[in-house]
Each structure stands twice: as C-alpha cells, then as structure tokens.
C-alpha cells in the first residue's frame, strides 16, 4: 500500500471527471448508496449542529451532509479537491474548507465536532494515519460526539493477500473479478485490521461501539469496515457490538436494481438497463 506522498500524488493526478460518481456504480449511483446503505447506519447522529468530513473528494457526500448540519468542516490531503468542492458548493455559506497534510486535524477547534464522517476515503490509509487521526479526534469530539469512519480489514488477510500478490497479473485480475483471489487491486491497507482500530481508539480514549465488517466488490473477504466511535464516558459508549456482513455487496446490487432502477432522477435509458440487467 501507498504511503501519504504516493496518495497525494494519484488523488491529485487522479481524472475527477466524473468527481467520484464512478465509485457509486454498484450501487446504481450515489443517490442508492446514500439514501439505501449510509443513511440508515447514520440516522441516529444526523442532523447534528457541527460535521466534520475527512476525505470528501469532489463531494460526493458533501452534497449530503451539507443539509444535516449548521457547520459543515471538509478536510483533505488533496488541494485540487478541495478547490472542486469550493467551486461545487459556492453557494453553501456553512461549509468551511480545508487542506492538510492527510494525517493533520490542526484547523480544528478542540470539542467543536458532534459527527466526524469519512467514507470511501481512509481505506486507504494505513495504520499509523489511522491512529494519528484518532488521536486528534479524541480531542475534536465533543464528550457526546460520534465518529463513523470507514476503513481497511484487508490486515485481516494478509496470507491471502500475499498469494494473490504473488499470482501473474493477467491472471490475478481473472481471478479477482471471478471472486477467487483476494482483491488486493482494491488498494487497501495491509496494516489495517479491525481489532487495530479498536486498539487505537482506546489508546486515544475512545470507545468503538460498533464494527461491521463489509465485503466489497469482489469476493467473500469482508476487507473492510464501518466502525463507530465516540469519547469514554458519553451518552453512545456502550459494550462494542461487530457485525460480520458478507452480503453488502449482494445488498449494494440489490439497490442497483430495485431502488436506483426505479428513481425518477435516473435517465430513462439508465433506468432501462438497470432493469434489463
């Protein structure tokens, strides 16, 4: 996996064309993903007067979160991203950008955040980003505030993973798309786990109330996780609770062709191959 400076340099080189919209295709799009996968494990914090988002792109869940907050604060590694946000939500007075170093949280009062969101972002990060962004969030959270990150299990695997390093790459791409090698093209985090996280969350002082641990686009390896958090002592600590849920993908496929295929904001010619498939 990649270190800060390579992750700088293909999200800055990165063709936003499509300003991530891609990443959202098997679900049938984001408007599926958000309202049928992300809200439904939200709901219980958002709307909450103060949002932190790590990681957000173009946007993709700014256009979102935007509405759920009165202070809405954006921070990523990228400057080209946070320049298309700025553009993208020009019109939206409660959002405050910024640019770090991809492990930094400095711009960021202490006990200001009621919400602290990243997704799709930090499976890509690696361990020690992972513990130094728990670190800081330990002390940007408000004592009732809540954190709901997604990030790397792929540590889970590293046997599987080192075999399917191994194989050709010809070969190792068949192989992953037919769900028999573990998708380590997916790039993430070798040195990640779950019970990591949950090490560095108590090691900043947090608690991790809940883990569910996800497939993702190939496979039945759940080499990712949804992990919930909140400060010692608040009002959502509680014994953790994980979840091991081999059927997100099939879910995501599922919205694909039962709710995203029936949305009147979709094309018609969308809809119908949506449905067709």
Known sequence: MADLDENLAVWKDWDWSQAGEEWSSTWGGTPALWYGTLLPRLHPFIPAETILEIGPGHGRWTRYLKDACKRLVIVDMTESCIDACRERFSDAS????????????????????????????????????????????????????????????????????????????????????????????????????????????????????????????HGPWMIDALSVFTPRGSRWDRPRVVVGNRRFRDQALRFARLYASGSPARPAAAADRAVAS
């Open 94 to 217: 409660q959002i405050e950008f910024h640019v770090n170093d991809g492990r930094s949280l400095d711009m960021v009062a202490d006990r200001s955040i009621d919400f602290a969101f990243s997704f799709d972002s930090l499976v890509h990060a690696e361990a020690d980003v992972l513990g130094d962004y728990l670190a800081q969030l330990a002390a940007k959270l408000r004592p009732d505030g809540v954190g709901f990150l997604h990030h790397s299990n792929a540590g889970a695997y590293r046997t599987l993973g080192a075999i399917s390093r191994r194989a050709p790459n010809r070969a190792r791409r068949r192989l992953i798309d037919l769900g028999l090698l573990l998708d380590v093209d997916a790039w993430r985090a070798p040195s990640v786990t779950a019970e990591r996280f949950v090490s560095a969350c108590e090691a900043a002082g947090l608690a991790c109330v809940t883990q569910e641990k996800i497939t993702w686009e």
